[in-house]
């Protein structure tokens, strides 16, 4: 044990950079710990202070109907959102030739680019008066099943329509992540399944989509965080009740608990304020649960990923 | 920068100089000149007027404020819309020397301290800015309709659900009323104008309405939800069989309801919304520099219009700075005067106050110390 390792020599400029990184490494921790302290402590006086005629069940039976429309619109987008995004994913990586490819993927960022204010007036202005007629036509003839069943809107500003905008406000980030994916399955896999016989969808059905299926699951919650927290979309084009309802094209939706904050909060005053961070404060506990479950699904599934 | 700086310690000296002269010798005729000529050549007021309150007046302070910084170049006024609850509340911890509010001073916050005024002295207040609110439908074919208040809360309340109803076809003969739900649209934000037009429903139809005046919709009610102005408007619009309630100059071309006074109908305007605010009587037990007034939702005077929201000028009756309390005699003059309605009317759409309001106004004004 005479040979000392000779030790790794340390510039100045070294430290100073590994340092910097340092820093910008835990202002995320910092941030994120921040954000929840502000949240944690800003929502005690809801519980602690007089009683809110908002709320006057409790808190909980005040907010679940907020959970409730939050899930339920962000699973209504990612419904119509993932086959959609994995189509486009298909079409851009394995179908189109080269040089459309390349637009539509152009064109499919610049949806991403489109500020959510402005998706919730085209939602209200174009795609609910658009979509009205429709409305009324399943409404009638596929009423008995549940969640197209009850009084149809007038005006189309619905739960659906609500999906429909999320859908498209995700579906960019979702087609780019699932696209990538699909490019990096393994040129022999693919190959080799065309050299067996197989048709172009059965490579795509046996080499491509199980290589990208923990792409796909994690697209599929990114979008779903995106969905979950949108705001502006949802407080423009939802027409909101405190009421928990499966319908989906009725005028009595439950509200997302981010829209409803925005709806409510310019005019609330003493502890209402408190009770609007109380329920963020839960928005942020079902956000970061959606995204334990994707990491871990993601990780359960590491034999897929892109490393083999 | 510098040269601002130059510019305005040079204004705010000559405005020393001139206020000093004026104060021992010709207080009398200064005031007597300035109510002669209104134009440009009055008094070089200097300083800065802050306010808050009521994001229901938003547009017409700042018709006010671009009006009256022309006329006196030397005043900056800001008004921070933050609502009416926060602005009287600022108002009551000293940061600001003038509120906007939709609703009048509560008893408990009269009770109060005050700190912009001086020790021991309490604000007044005077309706302001009146605001009729439109009921607005989408009926194809149909610009008016008579509605007395039990319909229009049946409506709302949605225990009429077609337009073809008996009580919406017995006011309108002669109107062709299709059979076709009603989609009733209220607010899904909390808003004064909620607020207002659900004590109306409350006052005039107590047995339908029965929750009387509220900001945030029971969804016992059902009806259709959208956020702010705007919204109502564009739902309303975008689809049929619609009705909602909209402040009045944002609606447009759409139907309007012309609701049962006495015997008559009557169909929004300006002067009858001013006129419901004459008829309606004061709040009682309040000092004589107090004009909250309880509108009365169910008066019978002819041609008054009680779908209105009204929203006060509050401000200190004896100001702890005399500075401020030039600036605010000033500066409410403006408001209350002819000149300074029609500005905001002309840029926002509201209903300017009557003369007589402007006469009782004005004397407490002119009482500012």
Not at chain 1, 18 to 44: M, R, Y
Not at chain 1, 153 to 174: D, F, N
Not at chain 2, 325 to 353: D, K, T, Y
């Amino acid at each position: 044990m005479t040979d000392v390792k000779p030790k790794a020599v340390r510039r100045l400029g070294d430290i100073v950079f590994a340092n910097l990184t340092f820093l910008a490494g835990i202002s995320i921790l910092l941030t994120l710990a921040t954000v929840a302290a502000f949240l944690f402590a800003q929502s005690v006086p809801a519980f602690t202070g007089e009683p809110i005629e908002a709320a006057e069940n409790g808190f909980w039976a005040y907010v679940f109907p907020f959970i409730f429309g939050t899930v339920y619109a962000s699973v209504i987008a990612l419904a119509i959102a993932t086959p959609l995004a994995i189509g486009i994913a298909l079409y851009i990586s394995h179908f189109a030739n080269r040089r459309f490819s390349q637009i539509l993927g152009y064109a499919v960022d610049l949806l991403a680019a489109i500020p959510s204010v402005v998706y919730g007036l085209w939602g209200i202005l174009v795609l609910a008066p658009f979509l009205t007629p429709s409305y009324r036509w399943l409404n009638e003839n596929l009423g008995w099943v549940p969640v197209f069943g009850g009084q149809v809107s007038a005006t189309g500003r619905t739960m659906l329509t609500v999906g429909i905008v999320l859908a498209i406000m995700v579906l960019p980030i979702m087609a780019a992540l699932i696209r990538e994916v699909f490019l990096q399955t393994p040129r022999l896999h693919e190959e080799a399944a065309l050299a067996l016989g197989a048709t172009r969808w059965e490579m795509i059905k046996m080499a491509v989509l199980p290589f990208g299926r923990p792409g796909i699951i994690s697209a599929a919650m990114l979008g779903l965080g995106r969905a979950l927290g949108e705001t502006m979309a949802v407080a423009m084009v939802l027409s909101p009740a405190a009421v928990i309802s499966f319908d989906m094209l009725t005028s009595t939706n439950s509200n997302t608990i981010a829209a409803n904050i925005a709806l409510q909060f310019p005019e609330a005053g003493g502890n209402y304020t408190n009770l609007l961070i109380a329920t963020g404060l839960v928005l942020f506990g079902i956000t970061m649960v959606v995204n334990m479950i994707a990491r871990w699904v993601i990780s359960r599934r590491a034999e897929f990923s892109g490393a083999n | 920068m510098n040269n601002i700086l130059k510019l305005g310690a040079l204004a705010a000296a000559s405005t020393l100089v001139l206020a000093g002269c004026a104060a021992n010798e010709a207080a009398v005729e200064e005031t007597t000149s300035a109510t002669t000529d209104t134009t440009e050549t009055v008094v070089e007021l200097t300083g800065t007027l802050n306010g808050s309150g009521a994001s229901s007046m938003a547009a017409g302070q700042e018709a006010w404020i671009a009006a009256f910084q022309t006329a006196n170049p030397g005043v900056t006024v800001n008004y921070d819309p933050t609502g009416s609850g926060t602005g009287r509340k600022q108002f009551m911890e000293g940061a600001t020397s003038f509120t906007g509010s939709d609703s009048y001073w509560k008893e408990e916050e009269l009770g109060g301290e005050f700190p912009s005024c001086a020790a021991g002295t309490l604000p007044w207040e005077f309706p302001i800015w009146i605001s009729p609110i439109a009921v607005i439908f989408n009926l194809d074919g149909v610009s008016s309709l008579n509605m007395d208040g039990a319909t229009v809360a049946g409506i709302f309340a949605g225990e009429i659900t077609k337009w073809n109803d008996a009580a919406i076809a017995a006011a309108n003969p002669g109107v062709s009323l299709p059979d076709l739900t009603i989609t009733a649209v209220h607010r899904s934000d909390e808003s004064g104008t909620s607020k207002n037009f659900t004590d109306y429903l409350g006052a005039v139809a107590p047995d339908v309405w029965t929750v009387g005046a509220i900001e945030a919709w029971p969804a016992e009610y059902g009806g259709e939800g959208a956020q702010g102005t705007s919204g109502v408007v564009s739902a309303v619009s975008g689809g049929n069989g619609t009705i909602g309630y909209a402040d009045a100059s944002r609606a447009g071309d759409l139907g309007t309801v012309a609701v049962k006074v006495g015997s008559d109908y009557v169909a929004y305007s300006a002067e009858a919304a001013a006129a419901v605010v004459d008829a309606s009587p004061l709040v009682e037990g309040r000092e004589s520099y107090d004009l909250a007034t309880k509108i009365d939702r169910n008066t019978t005077a002819s041609g008054a219009y009680p779908i209105v929201l009204v929203s006060y000028l509050m401000g200190c009756n004896d100001y702890a700075d005399d500075a401020q309390a030039e600036l605010v005699r000033a500066w409410a003059s403006f408001l209350v005067s002819e000149e300074g309605q029609q500005a905001a009317a002309a840029s926002a759409g509201n209903a300017p106050i009557s003369a007589g309001l402007r006469a009782k106004a004005q004397a407490i004004i002119d009482a500012i110390k």
